[in-house]
Structure formats: structure tokens, C-alpha cells
């Protein structure tokens, strides 16, 4: 019993092992964290990581699938050790090495896209194949890809050829936005491709942290202001270089970067743009060190009319000027109005760049030392504080120059008066806004002129700006117009329509046209003589989006499952070219685009489309945009916006976002019903069924979830629970006995049945029947519908004990080796209860002495307690138990040493609420006397009393024969005796054992046995002294299964009187001994008559085989007999 135990708790101990083994090397696959947003034509990359496999040096096969919102099933892209496993649509990109997977190492892989498609997005699978045939782990793992559209724009509205001087300002210009609704930051760098390279070096960038980093060999001229990147507005980026340098020339250009925070944290360069490319030429020239210098400036009259000249006189002095090289410029009110480099070159600042080509202002050199500043004709505008500024220049190996301190000389106050003119001007209907994107007309009327007129068109930002007006556009005396660099993309036009009015038109204006507008005319006498008048206002432009009002509504935002929504997005403003994004936003979620309605009247799809329509309507004064959720589900719950955006200035102007509309999608209203048994009363230990039916007809698509629960002692715990798709799961809080009794079924209906096995008197209390009813929505989710639940109450009774068991004494014999079954019958005893049963043994008159054969115990497990002295009996053993009342034992092959008395005792068990068993009661049988005999002995020998006569020297044969015998296996021993006469003792003269062994006490004897029951002993040459009584006696001796061989009985014949007579005294003979002794004598002839035909044919044998040897003699006289004594 030991060896079956350990037997069983063997496989058990493994089993748990390979368990905790393997809880060690759990399989885990890793992806990085998602949603992630990627953009139309970027580069998609995905890593994936496995741990917890026993080889980590073996490279593991990655497999990349993809389910689409469109389509549910998901496709093969790519993997890592199958080349066919990739489907048809993706093995092109595959073979061309758009889509590859590359491995880190043996357990980490990255999957890549080259150039994303709008129709990659989905949710994207890595599963890692078992090739340990383990499967115990996270084999896979998933990640959402959503394909936005690239919106990213660039442009530049520089020149493609710009030459400058050494030394010179460089001031370029970059427009830069995004239309993404997603949370992304740009990054915008101005690049040098230098000659002879082919990278491009960042000059200055302004990163996603808007935070400036000049780039390599720009950080110096960066720390001294000479670099600069301005953002003007939201998508206007200015880079300014104070003076270019040799090492400045190449191809420089704008470009950004639009970037996004993964749910990592991480940031991702989602796409890439730049501008067309500039190409700089900078000239050189020599330039030699500079020292500190002295700065003056003077001027003969400083105090001027209108129209007349002013000449400043300029000089510098320092150590060693010859070798000295400078930079120097004159300043008005603190602002420069030119310059003239170190290497002679003049620039005019921006703002007076017209008058400079107009010849009204000169900057000249006269000398080593001296300059001349001219401005010609003056006006009044022009009254202000002069200063001439001088600096030194020192040129490094490089060729750059490094600026040296700059030297200021006292200021010259310049007053200029008005000439007498009767010009007068008057700027005509001002508007004092304008919406952006119209037309800005300003007229300008003139009057009192005689001779012939300019007009010059200027703006600053705010009339409280100090700074210069900026030319605009200008028509000269004789009608040629000219338009500022600023202007030259832009549509603006001068006109002078009459005599008297001059028109100012720009069309297209942006919000960076409000400002302060002046209209300047100056009258031109034929002496070259000048006057001028001027005259300002206010122009403020008033920005599209503020005009613009987006509102969005919905006849009815909370719906049921299935219904259809439809939501409307109504823009009203300015006819303008719209971009219209959908948008929906989940709870606690990333914004996610819908659809996408292009100016141009594309439609772009950024989700599944299945369940969504759009349409527009032109209005008046309004274009109204419908969305339509065509059968809601709970995807499509979540709160919507309509945002709409323009193209504006070469950049996205995204205009004010609608308000929020919250969808509301409801589940249906349950119909769900059920019904149970109130209350069930159940015996302990018998089985309890509690039933739990669904009486509400099902819908197509009905599945239902269900929780048992059981409530005592005022507690509730789940009992067990088995969801949707019939997947059970046992409560946590439920004792492991009551786990294991507990089994829940489905049937027809639907009906859920709780079976409790073996009910205790703890199983008592209320049970609960929860039941979830669970639909499918359009979009093929599974939602939950309101619960129901019905209570049965559970009565566990416990029976009356009345164990009683048979008593009647029994006398049972039977032969051995024959079977034996011993019975023990309980009259009564209540089916809830556990029974156990033993059976004792007592050897004959010794009831004392009983010991237990065997126990069959209330848990059904049989055990033979060990006794040595019955492991024979207990072998032969079968305990049986057909009903629940009969027990039965059956001995078989019944052995002698078996017999003695036999009884049953029944004990009675309950389970207590522990789980523990305790017993109730305990009965004993009546006692059942067994007797197992051997076989009786039924030998028989014929005893028949006989006389013989014979003559000496001749042969005498004594027979034995047996009659009847016990069993074809007995075995027989058979002893003749003789007894002299006048004599008792009877003497053994020969002894046949029954293992073919003999004895002899006679010299002159021959046994025989002929036949299976006949024995015969023959004495030789007899004489007188043989005379005497003769007889045999046979033992029988039978096989025990207890006791082996063993002598049954011992049998005597009959008595043969024989007297051998001398020679010649023969007595006369009865009639009955004449017939005997002529039987004789015919016999023995025969028997010579026989011996003699036998000898002449072995003398021919031996004759014809002479090299045989001669056979020997079988007969007893070459062999005497050997003495033996038999064991008895």
C-alpha cells in the first residue's frame, strides 16, 4: 500500500516542480508603448523584445502581422526566419526593402517602414514562435499605429542668387507651419552646404523646445549678436547674419522638422521638409589690423531749409592708421542710416534703401582718415540728432572678421525748416479696419502744386514706434514705380488715377499689414529744388479667425447601440478656402482625426470609414458640414470637434475650434428575466441542484455571463463565475473543499445549473444567480447589458441516525480451492451519510485473537492493514460493494488454514462544517464460521483371501490392485508383507515409494506395475522357507494447499496363504487349484514359446550388424534392485 502511495505522490511532487520551473522561465514579449502617431511618407519603426526562453543565444523568429480598422482579420507583413510568410500585399514592399525587420540581438528585433502609407495605419502584432515547445508565457504583443496626414509645409520667398560683400548683412526669410490636430512641436534650422560638400550645416536652429542652438563654428559669432533667428507670428522664421564671411558662402536654406511625444515620453521626428536653396556668393577683400581710434564729426551749417543739402564731415585717428582697417556709420535719433565696411563697400539701411537709389543719400570716403555723409534734398522729417560711429575691424586666419570696440563722436543737432509751398496733402476714406485677406485701397489727395509730383507709400507697426517708416512702394516724377524688397511678392501697386490723388493698392493683406500708413509727396521745381508734405493713418487688419465662428450641434447627442448620429459643423465668415478636419477624442484619450475635407475638395480617411459619411452645404454666409455616424457602438462614444484651418501667408492659419459635442451611446434597455426555485431542502451529503433559468426570449446576438454567489452569515462570496464565451472561474475567496465540489453546467434554454456535491451542513444559506446578458454592436464589440439576479434558499438537513447491520450467525464449509463470498448487509442507514467498512478474521477457537483483513473507508480508499501471519489470506481477497448496502467478501482459493470466523463492522461518517469527517456510528455483523476441509480419501483395494500351492524353484507373483482412488493426482506407496507361519510378525519384503524409489527385503524379487493401478511383486525360485501369508498395503497420499503432500490414508489387500512344497510331495488340489495350476502351466509355455521366437530374432539382428555392440539386458537380473529408504 506504501508503494502505491508513493506511486501517486510521485508524478504529483513532478508535476508541481515542472510547475515552479516554469513559472521561473516564463516567455515575455515586450513592444513599445503605444498609440503611436506617425505621418503619410515617414519612417515607422517598431522594436520588440522576448525574455524567458531557455536558449538566449539562439535567435528568435519574430512574426509581424497588422489588423486594419477596415478589415478584422489580421494580415502577415514580415518575419524574421519565414521568407514566404509575408502575404501578397505587402511582398513587394518586402522584396524592395520598404518593410524589413533587422535583429539587435538573438531576443530583440525592430520592425521598419520605410515610407508609410495612409493605409498602414492599424494595430500592429509581434509574435515570437516557441521553438521549445513549451508555450508557457506572453508570446505576443500589440501596438495602434495611427497614419496622419503630412501637413508639414516649408517655403522661402528669397531669391535663389543672392551676392553680397564681405562683411555685409545677410536677412533671410522662412515660413514654416503645420496643420496636424495632434500635440506636435516644429523645429526650424537655417543649413550651409558649403562648395565641395555634400552635408548641409546647421547655422541656427530653434529646436522643439524653442530653444536656440547655433550650430558648429556659428556658437562665437552667435554669443556676439552677429547670428540671429527671429519667429515673427506663428509661421514666419527670420535669420540674420550682422556680416557674412567668407566661410558663408554656399547654398544655404530653411528647414523644419515636425516632432511628437510617443506615450514613452520619447519624442519622434515625425516628418521632414526643407525650402529651395539660395545660392550665396560672398566677395573678400584685405583688410588690415585695427586699433583703438578718435572719432569726430562737424558740419558747416546746421541749420537747414527744406530741400537743401546737409554735409557731415567725418574724420577718425588712430596709431598707425595705414595698416588699419575700419568700419564706420552715420546714426539718426540712434538709428543707422549707412555704413561703409572695412573693406569700402556702403550699405544703406532697408528703411532708406529708395532715397539711397534716388541719389538723396551718399556716404563717401575723402581720405585715409576722413568720410563725408551727404543727404540731399533734406527733410523736414529728417531734423534730429546726428552721431558718427567708428570701429575697428581684425580679420582672422579664416578670413572672418571680429568687430572691435566701437567709437562714437558727439552728437550734431540738425534742425531743417519748411520752405514757403502751398503743397498741402490729405489722405482721402481711411477704413480703419480691413479683413484680412481683402483689399487695402488707401487714396491720397494732393493740392496747391505747381510743378511735378513723387509719391512715396511707407509703414510702421504702431504710431508709437520709434523706428523708421519702411518704404512700401514708390512713383516717381516721371511714373516709374518701384517696390520695396519687402513688396515684391506681394500684389501692391501704385496709381494715380487723377492729378491730384495718388492710390495705394495691396491686395491680399495678413494681420502684419495693420500699422501706421503715410502718404509723402514731394513737389520737384525745375531748379531741382524739393518740398514735401506728408500725411498718416492708422490701418488695423482684422485677422480672419477672429471673424470666423465654428459651432457645432446634433439634433440628438445620446443614442442607443445601432442608431444613426448625425452631427453639424456650421462655419460662418468670410468665404474663404477651408480645410475641415473631424475629430473625436475618447475619455481620457489622445485627439484622433476622423476625415480630413480639403479646399480642393479631397476627402482623407484617417480611421475606419465604415461607419461614418460626410456631406457639405454651401449656405449663405455659411457652409454647413455634416458627419454622420451610420450604426453607433460604443467606439464611436466620445467627444466630437470640427476644426477648421486655412492656407494663409505660405502657412496653415488653423482657425478657432468649434465647440465640444459630446456622443453619448447608450445600451438597449434589458428585457433579461429569470426564475428559480425558491428554496430546496437537501439531506447532508447527498447531491444539491439549484437551476437558474433565462425565461426572456434571447436576441441574435444574446451571450450571457453568469456569478454564483452564496451568502452566510451575512458574507457574500463568489462561488464560482463563467463569462461570455463559457469560461469558468472559481472565486478566490471559496475554501478549496467547497471548490471542488461545486460544478456549474449550461443547457437549452438557456438554464445555468450549480451542482454542489456531497451537500454539508455549511452549504446551507442563500445563493445568488447573477446573470449578464451580453450583446454585439455593429462594430462587432461584445457590451454588457444590465444584470439580473434571483436568490434560492438552501436548507441542508441531517438525517436520524438508524445504522443497523445483519447479526445472524452463519456456518459456511466448503472444500479448499474452491471460492467462498462472505456478506454484510445494512438493513437501514440513511444515503447522506459516508459508511466505512472492516472485516476481522479469528482462527478456530480463538475469537480473542481477531485481526482486520481488510478496510474499505468512507472515501472509497481500500487498505489492507500489514499482518504477516494473514498476508497470504489478504492476497486472496476481493471486497466488493454492489449497493449502497451490501458489502461483500470473497476468498479465493479457499485454503485449510482459512477457516475460523469472519465478521463486518460498519461505522457510519459525516463531514463536519471544517471538512473534517467525524463519526456517527458504528455497527458489527454476526460472526460467519467458516470451515475449509480437505478432500476425503475414497481408496479402495481389492480384498480378496486366496490360497496357493506351489512347488520349489518356482516363480511366485503377489498382485496389488487398486480399486477406486480419491483424484487423478493422487499418488500411491505400496509395501508387500510376509508372514511366516506360526508366526506374528509381519515382515516388509518390498517397498515401491510413490517418487518411482524402492526397497526391497528380499533378494529374489521383480516389481511390476503395468497399468496406472496395478501393482505386482514376483518372487524367484521360491522355496519352503517363502511359505507363509502374503499381502500388500497401499498409501494414498493427496496434494493441501496449505500442508503440501500429505498421506491421506493407508489401505491392507486381501491375504494369500501360499506354501511351496518340496519335489515330489504335491498335493492333491481342490477342482478350483487344478484349474488354476493348468492356467499356470498353458502360461508359462506361451511365455517360453515367446522368449524363444524373441531370442532367434535378435540372433539374425545381431548377425546382420555385427559392429554393433549387443543392447543391454533390461531385465532385473542384470540390474538388482537398490535399497532405499522413502521419506514419509
Known amino acids: 500500500m506504501k508503494s502505491s502511495l508513493l506511486s501517486l505522490c510521485r508524478p504529483t511532487l513532478l508535476m508541481w516542480m515542472g510547475f515552479l520551473l516554469r513559472c521561473d522561465a516564463s516567455v515575455n514579449t515586450e513592444i513599445q508603448t503605444g498609440p503611436l502617431y506617425r505621418a503619410e511618407g515617414s519612417r515607422l519603426s517598431i522594436s520588440c523584445n522576448v525574455s524567458g526562453f531557455k536558449s538566449e543565444e539562439t535567435p528568435k523568429i519574430f512574426d509581424f502581422r497588422v489588423t486594419k ?14 521568407k514566404d510568410f509575408s502575404y501578397s500585399i505587402y511582398l513587394d514592399r518586402v522584396r524592395d526593402g520598404d518593410i524589413s525587420v533587422k535583429y539587435v540581438d538573438p531576443n530583440s528585433a525592430i520592425f521598419e517602414i520605410e515610407s508609410l502609407l495612409k493605409d498602414d495605419g492599424g494595430e500592429y502584432d509581434c509574435t515570437v514562435r516557441d521553438t521549445e515547445h513549451g508555450y508557457h508565457g506572453t508570446y505576443n504583443a500589440k501596438i495602434v499605429v495611427y497614419v496622419i496626414d503630412n501637413s508639414l509645409s516649408v517655403s522661402s520667398s528669397d531669391p535663389t542668387s543672392l551676392s553680397y560683400d564681405e562683411g555685409d548683412a545677410l536677412t533671410l526669410t522662412c515660413q514654416a507651419s503645420s496643420n496636424t490636430i495632434q500635440h506636435t512641436h516644429l523645429s526650424v534650422a537655417w543649413y550651409l552646404r558649403k562648395d565641395g560638400e555634400d552635408a548641409a550645416r546647421p547655422i541656427i536652429s530653434l529646436d522643439r523646445f524653442f530653444t536656440l542652438i547655433p550650430g558648429p563654428g556659428f556658437e562665437q559669432r552667435y ?3 552677429a547670428v540671429r533667428l527671429d519667429k515673427l507670428g506663428e509661421a514666419t522664421y527670420i535669420l540674420k547674419m550682422a556680416q557674412l564671411e567668407l566661410s558663408d558662402q554656399g547654398q544655404i536654406f530653411c528647414g523644419a522638422e515636425e516632432w511628437i511625444q510617443d506615450p514613452d515620453r520619447s519624442w519622434y521626428m515625425m516628418t521632414r521638409k526643407d525650402a529651395k536653396e539660395s545660392t550665396l556668393t560672398v566677395k573678400a577683400r584685405e583688410v588690415s589690423e585695427t586699433s583703438s581710434l578718435v572719432v569726430k564729426m562737424t558740419s558747416k551749417q546746421t541749420t537747414l531749409q527744406e530741400g537743401e543739402e546737409l554735409l557731415l564731415s567725418s574724420s577718425i585717428d588712430s596709431q598707425n592708421l595705414e595698416g588699419k582697417f575700419f568700419s564706420v556709420a552715420w546714426l539718426w535719433n540712434g538709428i543707422e542710416l549707412v555704413r561703409i565696411g572695412p573693406t569700402g563697400i556702403v550699405s544703406v539701411t532697408p528703411e532708406y534703401s529708395e532715397r539711397g537709389r534716388q541719389g538723396e543719400l551718399r556716404a563717401t570716403r575723402t581720405g585715409n582718415r576722413n568720410y563725408q555723409f551727404v543727404m540731399k534734398p533734406v527733410k523736414t522729417m ?3 540728432q546726428y552721431v558718427f560711429r567708428a570701429w575697428t575691424e581684425e580679420r582672422g586666419d579664416d578670413g572672418a572678421f571680429k568687430q572691435g570696440t566701437a567709437q562714437d563722436s558727439d552728437p550734431l543737432s540738425v534742425k531743417i525748416s519748411s520752405t514757403e509751398s502751398e503743397l498741402s496733402v490729405r489722405m482721402q476714406d481711411v477704413p480703419p479696419t480691413i ?19 513723387s ?9 508709437k514706434q520709434i523706428a523708421l517708416f519702411n518704404i512700401i512702394v514708390s512713383l516717381s516724377q516721371g511714373g516709374v514705380m518701384e517696390t520695396a524688397a519687402d513688396f515684391t511678392s506681394r500684389n501692391v501697386r501704385v496709381m494715380r488715377p487723377t492729378d491730384d490723388s495718388f492710390v495705394l493698392e495691396l491686395d491680399d493683406v495678413i494681420p502684419s499689414d495693420s500699422g501706421v500708413y503715410r502718404c509723402t509727396v ?9 518740398h514735401s508734405r506728408e500725411q498718416s493713418a492708422n490701418v488695423t487688419v482684422i485677422p480672419i479667425d477672429s471673424l470666423v465662428k465654428v459651432s457645432l450641434r446634433s439634433r440628438t447627442n445620446i443614442v442607443t447601440v445601432g442608431d444613426n448620429v448625425e452631427l453639424m459643423c456650421q462655419v460662418k465668415g468670410p468665404s474663404v478656402l477651408k480645410h475641415l478636419i473631424w475629430t473625436k477624442q475618447n475619455n481620457n484619450s489622445t485627439l484622433n482625426n476622423i476625415v480630413t475635407l480639403s479646399s480642393d475638395g479631397s476627402v482623407s480617411w484617417s480611421g475606419d470609414q465604415h461607419h461614418y459619411q460626410v456631406k457639405v452645404d454651401n449656405q449663405n454666409n455659411a457652409v454647413m458640414y455634416y458627419l454622420k455616424i451610420v450604426g453607433a457602438s460604443r467606439r464611436e462614444a466620445g467627444i466630437y470637434q470640427c476644426m ?36 430546496i431542502s437537501q439531506i447532508i451529503n447527498s447531491d444539491v441542484h439549484i437551476n437558474c433559468r433565462v425565461t426572456s426570449k434571447p436576441s441574435q446576438s444574446s451571450q450571457y455571463a453568469v456569478t454564483w454567489l452564496h451568502q452566510h452569515d451575512a458574507a457574500n462570496k463568489t462561488i464560482l463565475s463563467s463569462d461570455r464565451k463559457a469560461v469558468e472561474t472559481l472565486g478566490s475567496q471559496t475554501e478549496q473543499s467547497f471548490r471542488q465540489r461545486v460544478i456549474m453546467k449550461r443547457t437549452n434554454g438557456p438554464t445555468f445549473e450549480l451542482t454542489i456535491r456531497q451537500a454539508r451542513i455549511s452549504d446551507r444559506g442563500s445563493y445568488f444567480c447573477e446573470v449578464v446578458e451580453w450583446l454585439q454592436d455593429p462594430r462587432g464589440d461584445w457590451y454588457p447589458l444590465p444584470g439580473k439576479s434571483v436568490i434560492t434558499k438552501l436548507t441542508v438537513i441531517e438525517p436520524a441516525n438508524d445504522l443497523t447491520v445483519e447479526r445472524n450467525e452463519q456456518q459456511l464449509t466448503i472444500s479448499e480451492g474452491n471460492e467462498v463470498e462472505l456478506e454484510c448487509i445494512m438493513t437501514s442507514g440513511a444515503p447522506a451519510f459516508f459508511y466505512k467498512v472492516i472485516w476481522f478474521y479469528a482462527p478456530p477457537s480463538f475469537l480473542s485473537m481477531n485481526a482486520s483483513l481488510v478496510e474499505l473507508d468512507q472515501t472509497g480508499l481500500l487498505v489492507y492493514p500489514e499482518n504477516q501471519a494473514l498476508q497470504s489470506l489478504q492476497g486472496r481477497l476481493r471486497l466488493s460493494r454492489p449497493s449502497q448496502k451490501n458489502f461483500y467478501l470473497k476468498i479465493q482459493t479457499a485454503h485449510e488454514t482459512d477457516s475460523g470466523t469472519y465478521w463486518c463492522q460498519v461505522e457510519q461518517y459525516q463531514l463536519d462544517n471544517e471538512g473534517q469527517w467525524k463519526q456517527k456510528a458504528s455497527e458489527s455483523s454476526g460472526p460467519v464460521t467458516l470451515a475449509v476441509n480437505v478432500a476425503d480419501s475414497k481408496l ?33 506407496q505400496v509395501t508387500w508383507f510376509w508372514q511366516k507361519d506360526a508366526e506374528t510378525e509381519q515382515r516388509p519384503i518390498f517397498t515401491a515409494y510413490r517418487n518411482s524409489t524402492f526397497k526391497g527385503g528380499h533378494e529374489n524379487v521383480r516389481f511390476s506395475h503395468p497399468l496406472p493401478h496395478q501393482f505386482t511383486l514376483t518372487i524367484l525360485n521360491t522355496g519352503p522357507k517363502d511359505s507363509g501369508l502374503y499381502f500388500c498395503e497401499v498409501e494414498e497420499w493427496l496434494h493441501s494447499l496449505t500442508q503440501g503432500w500429505r498421506r491421506a490414508v493407508v489401505k491392507k489387500s486381501g491375504n494369500l496363504n501360499v506354501t511351496v512344497l518340496s519335489e515330489g510331495r504335491v498335493k492333491s488340489l481342490p477342482e478350483s487349484d487344478c484349474m488354476s495350476g493348468t492356467l499356470i502351466v498353458t502360461l508359462v509355455v506361451v511365455t517360453i514359446i515367446l522368449l524363444f521366437i524373441i531370442l532367434t530374432l535378435v540372433l539374425v539382428m545381431c548377425r546382420n550388424k555385427a559392429s554393433n555392440k549387443a543392447a543391454p539386458s533390461l531385465w532385473t537380473e542384470q540390474h538388482p534392485l537398490s535399497d532405499k529408504t522413502a521419506e514419509i
Do not use: Y
Open 69 to 82: 480598422p477596415s478589415r478584422p482579420n489580421e494580415l502577415n507583413i514580415i518575419s524574421s526566419g519565414d
Open 940 to 972: 479402495s483395494i481389492e480384498k480378496t483371501e486366496d490360497k496357493m500351492n506351489i512347488s520349489a524353484a518356482e516363480d511366485m507373483t503377489i498382485p496389488c490392485n487398486i480399486a477406486q482412488h480419491t483424484s487423478s493426482e493422487s499418488q500411491f
Open 522 to 530: 514731394t513737389e520737384w521745381e525745375p531748379s531741382g529744388k524739393s
Open 644 to 679: 477648421v484651418s486655412v492656407f494663409l501667408e505660405n502657412a496653415f492659419k488653423k482657425l478657432p475650434e468649434s465647440n465640444h459635442l459630446r456622443v453619448m451611446v447608450q445600451n438597449p434597455v434589458s428585457t433579461l428575466a429569470l426564475s428559480s426555485e425558491p428554496s
Open 455 to 463: 509719391v512715396t507709400w511707407k509703414r510702421k507697426l504702431t504710431a
Open 382 to 384: 529728417d531734423e534730429g
Open 435 to 453: 479683413t484680412q485677406r481683402d483689399r487695402l485701397r488707401l487714396v491720397c489727395n494732393v493740392g496747391g502744386f505747381k510743378g511735378q509730383l
Open 223 to 225: 554669443v556676439e549678436g
